[in-house]
Nanobody
Framework: QLQVVESGGGLVQPGGSLRLSCGAS????????IGWFRQAPGKGREGVSC????????YYADSVKGRFTISRDNAKNTVYLQMNSLKPEDTAVYYC??????????????WGRGTLVTVSS
């Protein structure tokens, strides 16, 4: 059964850093486009970052550009989201998602259950 699993969330002070990990069972992530999304309390889900399956091109939402970095470790079958200079408005449940065919992060096929990131002093 295909499963996507996020980890690495937690409580961090403003200005701090966290690294989220996205792993998968039953398939190899480096073949597919991977996206990170988030949903803050009372708000809709938004795309945060995306890494293409073909040329490794990346996308970042304006709100995280320059602070977050998406990357792959194919040997570990893991995609990371390094989050630096965190702000209280980054507080959300972060989801990893996989698109089986396609180079952008529209219409994702598999979703993890999410990991909570709380930025607070």
């Amino acid at each position: 059964q295909l499963q996507v699993v996020e980890s690495g969330g937690g409580l961090v002070q403003p200005g701090g850093s966290l690294r989220l990990s996205c792993g998968a069972s039953a398939f190899t992530l480096d073949y597919y486009t991977i996206g990170w999304f988030r949903q803050a309390p009372g708000k809709g889900r938004e795309g945060v970052s995306c890494i293409s399956s073909t040329d490794g091109s990346t996308y970042y939402a304006d709100s995280v550009k320059g602070r977050f970095t998406i990357s792959r470790d194919n040997a570990k079958n893991t995609v990371y989201l390094q989050m630096n200079s965190l702000k209280p408005e980054d507080t959300a449940v972060y989801y990893c998602a996989v698109r089986m065919g396609g180079e952008n992060c529209n219409n994702m096929d598999y979703w993890g259950r999410g990991t909570l990131v709380t930025v607070s002093s």
